[in-house]
């Protein structure tokens, strides 16, 4: 079996597609950090300055010191009640300009780039790329025919397949472990270096959450494998998986079965360690209804919840593939 690994992990690296995804891999979490940190920069000086300057000119014009002197004698209408002890401040507060309205940024914030930024877009990159990366490289033995030749050195079929998921499996988890740790570190020492406070585990819980998502990775190329291999064709296998995936969620949708059923939801569950999701329920006597109507509320989506409902339905799709390349004929 040894034997049988390095010769399919040979063959996988020197198959020029999966080269050329295992490049795009890097490069473009490369630009998307990149363009990250640049997009996140602080003003410098002097454009500091020169908003200050903006903020000064515009404090002084006779209809913004109007609007606070009306401020100032009916602060109810401008604070509302209870009125704060310090109504000056809070008037100047809430009509004068801020040097901040005119030197805009988003300032660097790792949390919400874990959540719903950068770090969450590279790992479902990164997913969709091990996924392309898993359908290439069966897709090839197929219709090149080499298969056949395979089995020649090899005829115990499902050795074969085993060998062949395996490698493509534990190549694409730990190319995407790498680039994510790297990804999430490179933006730690950003953070460190502009003093933006990163807080009491942020950065692991980056780390542990770019993790979850090389194991998403992993399962992606697998499930991309085990589907070509079933449909012995690459576009059939890519059909059924963007199918699941981007369709799979309107359709539950159009059809109305709840959205803890969507994929989509269930694999960003994974990868940030649960989730939130809105569904309808029947209101109730504690939600202001009568039994009768509709509400929305607000429910979580655990990752043991999303792992039960997946993994199952991995499991199934690749025992499905596994029997059919043991019977079928193998041309």
């Excluded at 034997?3 to 063959?11: A, I, K, P």
């Excluded at 704060?84 to 809070?90: G, K, L, T």
């Excluded at 914030?109 to 930024?117: K, M, Q, S, T, V």
């Excluded at 993790?211 to 499930?223: F, T």
């Amino acid at each position: 079996m040894k034997r049988l690994l390095q010769v399919e992990l040979t063959r996988l690296l020197c198959r020029r597609a999966v080269l050329v995804i295992l490049a795009l891999a890097v490069v473009l979490p490369l630009v998307i950090g990149v363009a990250t940190t640049l997009n996140s920069r602080p003003p410098s000086d002097d454009a500091l300055a020169e908003a200050e300057a903006q903020a000064a000119a515009d404090a002084a014009q006779p209809y913004v010191q109007r609007d606070l002197r009306r401020c100032l004698n009916k602060p109810e209408n401008y604070l509302g009640r209870p009125l704060p002890d310090d109504i000056q401040a809070s008037c100047e507060d809430s009509i004068l300009p801020r040097a901040e309205w005119y030197a805009y940024w988003n300032p660097l914030d790792l949390a919400a780039e874990r959540e719903e930024g950068s770090g969450l877009a590279i790992v479902i990159l990164l997913a969709i790329l091990m996924m392309l990366a898993g359908t290439t490289f069966a897709g090839h033995d197929w219709a090149s025919g080499s298969v056949s030749n395979q089995l020649l050195f090899e005829p115990r079929r499902a050795r074969v397949w085993g060998a062949k998921g395996l490698v493509v499996s534990v190549l694409a988890g730990a190319f995407t472990f790498v680039v994510v740790s790297l990804y999430w570190l490179a933006l730690g020492l950003v953070a460190r270096s502009r003093d933006i406070p990163i807080g009491d585990g942020l950065l692991l819980d980056c780390l542990q959450s770019g993790w979850r998502g090389a194991g998403v990775a992993a399962a992606a190329a697998l499930a991309g494998y085990g589907l070509t291999m079933f449909f012995r064709s690459t576009v059939a296998a890519l059909g059924v998986l963007l199918a699941v995936s981007v369709a799979g969620g309107i359709v539950l949708a159009v059809i109305g079965i709840d959205s803890v059923w969507n994929p989509g939801l269930n694999i960003g569950a994974i990868i940030l360690d649960g989730t939130t999701y809105w569904a309808e329920v029947p209101c109730g006597d504690d939600l202001g209804g009568g039994g009768m109507e509709i509400c929305s509320v607000e429910k979580t989506l655990s990752l043991g919840r999303a792992l039960a409902f997946l993994g199952p339905v991995l499991a199934v799709a690749l025992a499905a593939s596994v029997a059919t390349f043991q019977k079928r004929d193998v041309p």
